[in-house]
């Protein structure tokens, strides 16, 4: 597959088919993202992004099969140069401590505005340029 005018390409992990809906969506509007795949689960999350290769993937915390945190873990040490973002309801300061610890690189609550999705993905690529103007 390749890749469209140098789009960042997406992975998109949650056990909520209408979440992966939702920031798919947001993804499109913002028109800097190309989604490459969704996944379920951890596992689906591990053997999509090991075959498909994204720039980044956003990650819910808690899934069925493997969580997140086991997921990130897998794949940091796979896939280096993957950024991380995780996903999730719980904005306590213990869940970001448990999420940077197992690989994550940026921690957004669920349902936060796009600017703040954007603002969590664009400092993780800093060998490019934010064509939406970094937000954040």
């Known amino acids: 597959m390749s890749r469209q005018r140098n789009k960042i390409r997406v992975l998109i992990v949650d056990d ?3 979440v992966r809906l939702d920031l798919r969506l947001l993804l499109e509007i913002a028109g800097d993202f190309e989604v490459i795949g969704e996944a379920g689960d951890g596992r689906e999350a591990i053997d999509s992004a090991l075959c498909l ?3 980044v993937v956003l990650m819910d915390l808690a899934m069925p099969v493997v969580d997140g945190y086991q997921a990130a873990a897998h794949l940091k040490q796979k896939l280096a140069a993957c950024r991380l973002v995780a996903l999730t ?30 603002g969590a993905v664009w400092p993780l690529l800093n060998n490019r340029s934010s064509p939406t103007g970094g937000l954040s």
């Not at 957004?108 to 703040?116: I, R, Y």
Request: hydrophobic share 40%; net charge neutral.
């Open 16 to 18: 909520t088919p209408d």
């Open 53 to 55: 290769k994204p720039d």
């Open 89 to 118: 309801v719980h904005s306590a300061e213990t869940s970001r401590r448990k999420a940077l610890a197992a690989g994550f690189d940026a921690f957004v609550v669920k349902g936060a505005p796009l600017q703040e999705v954007l």
